[in-house]
């Protein structure tokens, strides 16, 4: 069986983006990466509307004018202790919320992982039969929510 | 402490997800994927006849990640958790969708929206977790499937071979060619390049450029056969094996003056010599082995162990202790006949049936035997076996 090839992170930005990446990234500037990806693990399911069947919204708009990917907001995402002023105190990350909807609430925080996770995807260049593997963007924290879920306000 | 702005970062869901994988890096392997010159990795596994033949007790299918000279098995983990992958989102968001998540401001009735979004673009159920085995990861097993036996029989106790009709007409196939060859027995071995060529080394393998282009491992009678004629080739021609040599003059000295064919191919005496000389001394497997020195008690080691597995392979044709000792000695130079000694084999590489007689014990058995001794006592914890990894891709895309 053929090997399969796993590249190194490569300098210049990642093709796999379909869409064009802002210039500002909202987040702390510790969950912020060269790719501008971030991991979020949630001890929770989000339940998103399919196109096929959705329950909300009954416009038929897969795609965005631009052409770009359609999104579903969900909620927010606020680290209240965060402040951009002081980027390299980190008692902001014991606390972050997630707000599911309007009400709903999850009390979370940013850990520093472990082990790092490199974030792996199929080289977008690669035209041969056997698909090369790249290494897109090594992340170190994560933001994480446990279950427990309290109504606010 | 002045806090972020309230609103926060808006939330959504990319409904067109991508495929990624998780694979959680060991310190090593994050140093060498943050390395300015980080190497191409590759994920390998067997092909599917040397998987049969090479029977792995803890996973019936695997991928093996291999940097240029390390080994990992990756293990699929299963997480309860979701994991999703956020990137800062161009904030695609139908102004009626928004009012799910955003409030009306009490004055204006506007709606408060944040000014900046993430978006989901990928959920995870698993990661992928890299391990090294107790014993580490060795490319002989599948050396041993993959390559020819080499062991010509012919009918003088010489064991000289049929080099018959290729003698007069050699065509040598130049060293790309042989290396092409390596790297395409290799490319089916799921271990890293360095143990591929460690496990290479270590059976004496060779391909003879001169002839057929095959890949073989010698047997053992057959390395026995050239060392004794390395031996003999080196005391008429006064070569010192302890000291440096040059290879070419060692193999000059095994031919005989007339014309009879080479006793086995040049490229086996290599590999012999290879694998015997001293390591700081070793080149690369591409590199022309020019010089060599024999380091005595690795060679001594190498020839006990040789003459048992060339004459005693099996229990059933156990050999006499003593007559063993007497032959093992007669194999060495002279001033090596005093290292002979059983405690001078290695652990568990003979076996005595009762206090006369001794065989030999294939590294395979060994192995075999101290992973059942350590099997009992290692937890039962096992993750699904990861599968082919075209697959895994594969369905990652599809949530």
Redesign the interface.
């Known amino acids: 069986m053929p090997s399969i090839r796993l590249h190194p992170t490569s300098s210049s930005p990642s093709k796999t983006d379909t869409t064009s990446y802002p210039i500002t990234n909202p987040l702390p500037q510790l969950l912020q990466t060269p790719s501008g990806l971030a991991l979020l693990e949630l001890q929770a399911t989000i339940n998103v509307p399919s196109t096929e069947h959705n329950e909300y919204d009954t416009t038929p708009t897969p795609q965005s004018p631009n052409g770009a990917s359609y999104e579903t907001p969900i909620g927010k995402l606020i680290f209240p202790d965060y402040s951009v002023l002081n980027p390299d105190d980190t008692k902001w990350m014991k606390r972050a919320y997630l707000y599911v909807g309007r009400y709903q609430r999850m009390t979370g925080e940013v850990k520093k992982l472990l082990k790092p996770i490199a974030l792996v995807q199929k080289r977008a260049s690669s035209s041969t039969e056997i698909e090369d593997l790249e290494v897109v963007e090594i992340i170190r924290y994560k933001i994480f929510f446990q279950e427990s879920t309290g109504t606010c306000e | ?4 702005d ?11 997800q ?10 090593d392997l ?1 140093a060498l ?2 390395s300015k010159d ?11 006849a040397l998987a049969q033949a090479v029977v792995d007790p803890s996973a019936l299918e695997y991928v093996n ?2 940097t240029p000279t390390q080994t990992y098995r990756i293990r699929q983990v299963q997480s ?15 102004q ?3 009012k ?4 009306e401001d009490e004055d204006s009735g506007a709606l408060k929206i ?7 673009i990928a959920k995870c159920g698993s ?1 992928l977790e890299l391990h090294v085995p107790p014993g580490g990861f060795s490319a002989v097993p599948f050396l041993e499937k993959s390559l020819q036996l080499y062991d010509p029989r012919s009918g003088d106790d010489e064991g000289d071979i049929m080099m018959d009709e290729s003698s007069d007409s050699p065509v040598d196939k130049g060293p790309a060619e042989v290396r092409r060859l390596r790297d395409l027995v290799c ?2 071995i799921p271990v890293c390049a360095t143990q591929c060529e460690q496990g290479w080394v270590e059976i004496c393998a060779f391909i003879d450029g001169k002839h057929e282009l095959t890949c073989w491992r010698p047997s053992a009678r057959i390395c026995l056969n050239v060392w004794k004629r390395m031996m003999e080739g080196a005391v008429l021609q006064g070569i010192d094996l302890e000291k440096q040599f040059l290879v070419g003059d060692l193999w000059k000295s095994v031919l005989d003056d007339d014309d009879t064919p080479e006793p086995f191919p040049r490229a086996c005496l290599e590999a012999v010599v290879r694998k015997l000389c001293t390591a700081d001394e070793r080149p690369a497997l591409a590199d022309e082995l020019k010089w060599a020195s024999f380091e005595k008690v690795e060679c001594t080691r190498w020839v006990g162990e040789t003459y048992l597995a060339a004459m005693a392979p099996t229990a059933s044709s156990a050999i006499g202790r003593s007559d063993f000792l007497r032959a093992w000695k007669d194999c060495l130079p002279e001033s090596w006949r005093g290292d002979a000694a059983l405690s001078k084999l290695q652990d568990g590489s003979y076996r005595s049936p009762d206090p006369t007689t001794i065989f030999f014990v294939e590294p395979s058995q060994r192995q075999q035997s101290s992973k059942a001794a350590t099997a009992g006592s290692a937890p039962a914890a096992k993750a699904k076996p990861t599968r082919n ?2 697959e895994l ?1 594969k369905n990652s895309k599809r949530n």
Do not use: Y
């Open positions: 402490m002045a806090t972020q309230a609103r926060g970062i808006l939330f959504t869901h990319t409904q067109h991508q495929g990624f994988r998780l694979l959680e890096l060991p310190p994050e994927l943050t980080a190497p191409v990795l590759e994920l390998k596994s067997p092909s599917s990640l291999c309860s958790n979701s994991l999703h992958i956020l990137r800062p989102s161009p904030g695609n968001i139908s009626a969708d928004i799910v998540v955003a409030e944040p000014d900046d979004a993430v978006s989901s990661t490319a089916d990894w075209h891709l």
